[in-house]
Structure formats: structure tokens, C-alpha cells
């Protein structure tokens, strides 16, 4: 079965997303276009238009998906009267009465809004079945928490200069919330622990400085926690009482190994990791022809995945910096080196070696993931390794993989 959407017949400023919800061979999962006259979609497919603008938002038919930049108040309100809308993101200077209009959505599952003019003391659209609710802006307040506590979400994130985290204690009565983002650096002391009552929390993300006694006393059900900011002590005393830290896991006894990984690395303050910015397809064709291995990484801006995915690049780049060179080719910038390499998706990891292709990660699911990968086609030492060599006292010869399942 199919159905037709009817698009203009002069190009919309924006393109269409497509991605196949069904079966589909290998390589026709996902891309985009820009659509003209009738389109025949089949029912396994599910469309989102994506635009920097608004303009001409009227002319776009009945998608499940809108992504949008630079929205008001009365795009919002034209938003709300779709209704298939499944996926909405929306950025922009809208405040809380264009918000405010999208609570007559009902079949919403995703609502990601970025505003620097909503303090999030609104309504949401809870007659939705909202899977994952993002909240995000410089005025944002703690008065979103009671409406966010509202909703049926599963993932929640909150980002804002002036969340400091009073009121969290109803979103650990939630009992769909399993991740949580905390993307204010101002949470202050103590708040944390209000999240104590929490039965289902299973990830928690802080951008801000991490309290461990209170980390720990969610545990269970809490199983991983994700850091921008962490010293060294913590980190290891969070992944000695076997939480997953960042995407890694491990035994107690590599706690302080793993740690060293996950914070900055040892080295004098100052020097950086090897790291090289790919500007074209002729100077991406000069690094991987070296005799370095290259542990390459094509980005896009605007890509929230290739921003999750830098860090633990530059963290193995920094580990074995004597063996390793890293690179970030950003898709719209580095032009022709995408192609260059068949590469249609961001972020997408390549390992190279004097111009052959060792190892390609077009999608990945941990930071663990991902050491283990490269190490192992490497054939490098995991960090736990270099501190512990084989027959060293502290080392056990278990035979147990270093990392655990992320």
C-alpha cells in the first residue's frame, strides 16, 4: 500500500528526510530529496521535511516529521493544526504562547524545542503519546519539570541557563522515565538527590559537575550515566560500583584504568592530540596515503551524534598518540571527501592505513563500541592492558573480555 503527498511544483526551500520503518536491502534505509508534484510514498516509509526557514511551511503536505529553524510564534501555531505530526523539532525565537498552541496535537511521539524565549512554564501536548520530550533555551526555568512530569516521555532533556534543578522530585515519579539530560551547568547542590524516588531511571546525562554520593543512591535502577564534565576520582569510583560511565564498562579492578581513559589524558598541559581537520578531497587523499594509520571521522554540524561521538575519538587519539592520527572531515565543508570515500551518512568512522580501508563504522551504538574496534583491528592494547601487562601482579589472567557489554 502507498499513499500520495502532493508538494509544489517549484522546489521548497527545504528537503525531505526519508527513512524505511520496513524491510529493505541493505543501503535503501534513509537519504533525502527535494520533491516536486506528487510523490508516491509507501506505507513503510515515513518522510520529515527539514528546513533552515519557515517560508512556504503552508505548502508542505501531511509528513510525519517537521525539523525547523528560525520559527515564531505563528509558525507554531500553523504547526498545530497538522494532523499526522508524529516528530517535531523546532528552534527558533518563539516564546511560551506559540508553546503553548501545540497542546492540540494528539499524535505526537517526539517534541525537541529550542527558543531563547520560553521559561517552559506551559502546558505540553500530554494527550500525545510523547516518547521523548527535549526542552532547551537561556531562559529556560525549573518550571518546566511539573509539566514535563505530565507527560508519558521515556526520554526527557532540559537545557537551560536558569534550570537549577528544584522541582526534579516530579520527574522521579515518572514511572515511563528512563533517560534523563540535564543540560544545565547550574544545577545546584543537593538537587540531585530529589531524583531519589525514581523506580525507572535507567540513564542519566549531566552536563554540569556530577554528585556521586547522590549517583550512586539511584543505583539500582540506575544503570548508566553520562558525563560532560568528570575528574578522574569519580569517574573511577562510579565504574568501580559498576555503573557504565560514558559508554564504558568494566571490572572493579580496571576501574581506575578505564578512568584514565574517559578523563583528559596524561600529558603536559598545552599539547593536543594529533587531531587534523580535513578541508577537501585532496588533502584527505595526502592523510590516508601516509604511513600512519588514520582514525578518520566525517561529521556534520548540525549533527547532535557526531557531537556525542568527538570526544571519545579525541580520547583514543590521545591513548596511543604514537600509533594513531585522528582526523574530523566535516561533509558540508570538506568538499568532495565524503564521495571521495562512498561516505553517505554522519558521523561515520573509517580506520585506514597507507590508503586501505581497515575498518568501517557507519553507525555506532557506545563509546565501548568503538575502542573495542579500532583497538582490536589495531591489534592495540586496550588502556587496562598498559597498566596491567600480562603476568604482572595486579593483572588476573581470566581470559573475561576487558570491556562489558555497553
Not at 571521495?340 to 563504522?361: A, F
Amino acid at each position: 500500500m502507498e499513499r500520495v503527498l502532493r508538494f509544489p511544483e517549484t522546489e521548497l526551500p527545504g528537503e525531505v528526510h526519508f527513512v524505511v520503518i520496513g524491510e529493505r536491502p541493505a543501503g535503501q534505509t534513509m537519504g533525502e530529496f527535494r520533491p516536486t508534484g506528487e510523490i508516491p510514498v509507501p506505507d513503510d516509509v515515513e518522510l520529515a521535511y527539514v528546513a533552515t526557514t519557515t517560508e512556504r511551511l503552508d505548502e508542505v503536505p501531511e509528513v510525519t516529521g517537521l525539523r525547523l529553524s528560525a520559527a515564531g510564534d505563528d509558525d507554531l501555531r500553523l504547526i498545530a493544526k497538522r494532523s499526522e505530526l508524529r516528530d517535531l523539532a523546532v528552534t527558533g525565537r518563539f516564546t511560551d504562547e506559540g508553546v503553548r498552541a501545540l497542546q492540540s496535537l494528539t499524535t505526537l511521539e517526539s517534541l525537541e524545542l529550542w527558543s531563547p524565549h520560553i521559561t517552559g512554564d506551559v502546558p505540553l501536548p500530554v494527550h500525545s503519546p510523547l516518547i521523548k520530550v527535549k526542552l532547551g533555551g537561556s531562559s529556560l526555568t525549573d518550571a518546566a519539570f511539573p509539566h514535563l512530569a505530565r507527560t508519558s516521555a521515556a526520554v526527557v532533556g532540559v537545557s537551560g541557563g536558569e534550570v537549577r534543578g528544584h522541582g526534579l522530585g516530579v520527574l522521579g515519579g515518572m514511572s515511563t522515565l528512563r533517560y534523563l539530560r540535564l543540560g544545565s551547568e547550574n544545577i545546584e547542590p543537593g538537587c540531585l538527590w530529589r531524583l531519589g524516588t525514581s523506580e525507572s531511571l535507567a540513564i542519566l546525562s549531566l552536563a554540569g559537575p556530577v554528585d556521586c554520593e547522590a549517583v550512586l543512591s539511584f543505583a539500582p535502577p540506575l544503570k548508566e550515566i553520562d558525563l560532560d564534565h568528570v575528574s578522574r576520582a569519580d569517574c573511577a569510583r562510579l565504574l568501580f560500583h559498576g555503573l557504565t560511565v560514558n559508554g564504558l564498562s568494566g571490572p572493579p579492578r580496571l576501574a581506575d584504568a578505564y578512568a584514565r581513559m574517559l578523563t583528559a589524558p596524561d600529558r603536559p598541559s598545552g599539547i593536543a592530540p594529533r587531531r587534523r581537520v580535513v578541508t577537501g578531497e585532496r588533502d584527505l587523499a595526502s592523510l590516508v596515503m601516509g604511513p600512519a594509520p588514520v582514525l578518520l571521522v566525517f561529521t556534520r554540524r548540525d549533527c547532535l551524534a557526531s557531537e556525542w561521538i568527538a570526544p571519545v575519538i579525541d580520547r583514543i587519539v590521545a591513548e596511543y598518540d604514537d600509533e594513531l592520527i585522528g582526523a574530523f572531515a566535516d561533509v558540508d565543508t570538506a568538499i568532495g571527501a565524503a564521495a571521495s570515500m562512498n561516505v553517505g551518512r554522519t558521523p561515520t568512522v573509517l580506520l585506514t592505513r597507507k590508503g586501505e580501508e581497515l575498518l568501517r563504522l557507519p553507525g555506532i551504538r557506545s563509546h565501548a563500541e568503538l575502542i573495542r574496534r579500532v583497538t582490536g583491528t589495531l591489534g592495540l592494547p586496550m588502556p587496562g592492558e598498559r597498566l596491567f601487562p600480562a603476568g604482572e601482579p595486579g593483572r588476573e589472567s581470566t581470559g573475561e573480555p576487558l570491556l562489558g557489554s555497553a
